[in-house]
C-alpha cells in the first residue's frame, strides 16, 4: 500500500495547560484587584501566579528548540543559533506589540472618562510608553518609579532576555543547556532567597540583577530542566498503578498549590509553592494522569487566547471597574423607588466595591471577583478583536499596493515591448549566457523556523 495514501495519526494536543493559563491570569488580576479594597482576606498572596508563566516559557523553549533538531540536517552553526534567538524575539515581538499599542491607545482615549486622572495627564503617560512597547517596563527606566502606564509587562522583560539566551543556547549547545538548566534554576534561587525582603517586589534591586530578572533565570531555568524528565516519561507506556500514583501526586500539588495560594501571608515562602507549578506544567503536558487528561478539553483553546490581552489590560481596569461600579449604584439607588428591575439590581450589588451598605469597608466579594473579570474578559476580546481587524487592513492595503506594482511593472515592460519589437535577447546564443556574475550569492534556506508558535503569545 503507498504510505501517502495511510493518514497520518493526529499529534494529541495538550489543552490542559490552555485551563491553567486562564487560571493563572485569573489569580494575577484578582490579586492585583484585592490589593484596592480596604480589608484583604481572599488572595493575600496570589502574586506567585506569575511563576507559572515562566516555567511554562521555559518548557516550551525546549519543546520547540527539540523539533527544530529534529528537522535540522546537521548541527546548529553559531550564525543559525543566532538567528534562532533573534527569530524567538521577533515572533514575540510581533505577537505582543500590536496588543500593547491597542491597550495603551485605549488606556489614554477611553479611561480617563471612568478614571480621576484626567486626559492630559494619561497623554504625558502614553508619551513615557515607549518602554512598554519595547517590552522593556522590567528595567530602572521602564518602570520609572511605578509611573509606568501598564506596570505588569515588567513580566515580559526577563521573558524575552532569557528566552533570548536559552534560544541560542539550545540551538547552539542542546545537551549541555540541559545539564547547565538545573544547576543555574536553583543557584539563582538561592540567590533570590538570600537577598529577598518581605514585600516581594519585581523592581527591589538583587546585586546588578531586579528581582524580576532573577526570577525569571531561575524559573524559566527549572521549565527547561524538567523537559528531559518529561521526555522520558512521554515515551513509556505507563502502567495503571503508575497512572493512579501520578494522578495522586499531581491532585496533592494541585491542592497545595491553591492551600498556600489562600491561607499563606506574603513573604518569602510563597515561592515554595513553585514545586507544585512545576508538577502542574509536566502534568499538563505528559496528559496521562487523570486530572490532566480530564480537563484536556478544547473549550480551553480560545479562552487561552484571549489570556494576553487579560493580563495587559487588567490592571487599568481596576480604577474604571470601580469608578463604574459607584456610577451604576448611585444610578439604580436613585431609580429603586421607581422601578422594580432597579431595586433588584440594586439589591445584587449590595456589599461591592469595598463598602457595604452602611459604608463600611469590607474586603473582595465573589460577586466583585466574578464582575471584575467579567470585564477584563470583554475588554480583552475587545482589543484582541481590533488588532485582528487592524491586521486584516493592513494585508489588504498591502496586497492592493502588490497589485499595483505588478500592473505598473506589467504596463512598463509592454511599452518597452512596444518600442523595441524586433529586439532578440543577447543570452540565447551563449552557452554561458546563463552564468551568474562574479560574486553574486545565492539564496540560502539552511536556516529553518528555529520556534514554533508559541502557544503562550496567544
Known amino acids: 500500500m503507498d504510505n501517502a495514501l495511510v493518514p497520518k495519526p493526529k499529534k494529541e494536543m495538550a489543552l490542559t495547560v490552555e485551563f491553567w493559563r486562564f487560571l493563572f491570569t485569573v489569580f494575577v488580576s484578582l490579586y492585583h484587584f484585592e490589593i484596592f479594597f480596604p480589608k484583604s482576606r481572599l488572595l493575600s498572596s496570589g502574586s506567585s501566579a506569575v511563576e507559572f508563566f515562566y516555567v511554562l516559557a521555559g518548557f516550551l523553549l525546549a519543546i520547540s528548540a527539540t523539533s527544530r533538531r529534529k528537522r535540522a540536517d546537521g548541527p546548529c552553526s553559531v550564525r543559525e543559533a543566532h538567528l534562532c534567538a533573534v527569530d524567538f524575539v521577533w515572533k514575540k515581538f510581533k505577537a505582543i506589540a500590536p496588543v500593547i499599542v491597542v491597550a495603551l491607545a485605549v488606556n489614554v482615549f477611553v479611561y480617563p472618562s471612568f478614571m480621576p486622572m484626567g486626559f492630559m495627564d494619561k497623554l504625558k503617560s502614553f508619551m513615557n510608553s515607549e518602554w ?14 511605578g509611573m509606568a502606564p501598564i ?40 540567590y533570590f532567597g538570600l537577598n ?32 528531559p524528565l518529561y521526555k522520558k516519561f512521554s515515551a513509556m507506556e505507563l502502567k495503571k498503578p503508575a497512572i493512579i500514583l501520578l494522578s495522586i501526586i499531581e491532585l496533592y500539588a494541585i491542592y497545595r498549590f491553591f492551600a498556600l495560594t489562600f491561607n499563606q501571608a506574603v513573604d518569602l515562602n510563597n515561592f515554595r509553592r513553585l514545586v507544585y507549578i512545576i508538577i502542574i ?20 483553546k480560545p ?24 456610577w451604576v449604584k448611585m444610578k439604580l439607588w436613585a431609580s429603586a423607588g421607581k422601578s422594580a428591575t432597579a431595586a ?6 449590595k456589599n461591592t466595591g469595598g463598602y457595604n451598605e452602611k459604608f463600611k469597608p469590607i474586603g473582595m466579594t465573589v ?6 473579570i467579567l470585564l477584563v474578559f470583554f475588554v480583552a476580546l475587545i482589543i484582541k478583536l481590533i488588532v485582528f481587524l487592524i491586521k486584516k487592513l493592513y494585508e489588504k492595503l498591502k496586497s492592493v499596493y502588490a497589485a499595483k506594482e505588478q500592473e505598473r511593472f506589467a504596463a512598463a515592460a509592454a511599452e518597452l515591448a512596444a ?40
Not at 433588584?344 to 450589588?349: D, R
Request: hydrophobic content about 45%; some cysteine.
Open 132 to 145: 512598554e512597547v519595547l517590552m522593556l517596563v522590567g528595567t530602572p527606566f521602564g518602570f520609572n518609579n
Open 151 to 190: 506596570v505588569p509587562l515588567w513580566y515580559l522583560t526577563p521573558l524575552l532576555v532569557v528566552g533570548y539566551v536559552y534560544s541560542y543556547l539550545l540551538n547552539r549547545h542542546y545537551d549541555f543547556t540541559f545539564f547547565l538548566a538545573p544547576v543555574i534554576g536553583i543557584t539563582f534561587y538561592v
Open 196 to 227: 529577598s525582603s518581605v514585600i516581594l517586589d519585581h523592581s527591589v534591586q538583587m546585586g546588578f540583577f531586579t528581582a524580576g530578572m532573577v526570577r525569571g533565570i531561575s524559573e524559566m531555568s527549572l521549565g527547561i530542566a524538567i523537559y
Open 281 to 300: 506544567v509536566f502534568t499538563s503536558f505528559l496528559n496521562k494522569s487523570l486530572f490532566a487528561r480530564l480537563l484536556n478539553r478544547r473549550i480551553w
Open 303 to 326: 479562552l487561552g487566547r484571549v489570556t494576553l490581552g487579560m493580563y495587559i489590560c487588567h490592571y487599568n481596569l481596576i480604577m474604571v471597574y470601580m469608578s463604574l461600579l459607584g
Open 344 to 349: 433588584a439590581f440594586s439589591s445584587f450589588l
Open 367 to 372: 460577586k466583585d471577583c466574578i464582575l471584575y
Open 419 to 458: 518600442e523595441e519589437p524586433n529586439a532578440a535577447p543577447e543570452a540565447a546564443e551563449g552557452p554561458v549566457a546563463a552564468e551568474a556574475e562574479p560574486g553574486a550569492e545565492s539564496p540560502s534556506n539552511t536556516v529553518e523556523e528555529a520556534n514554533e508558535q508559541d502557544i503562550i503569545s496567544k
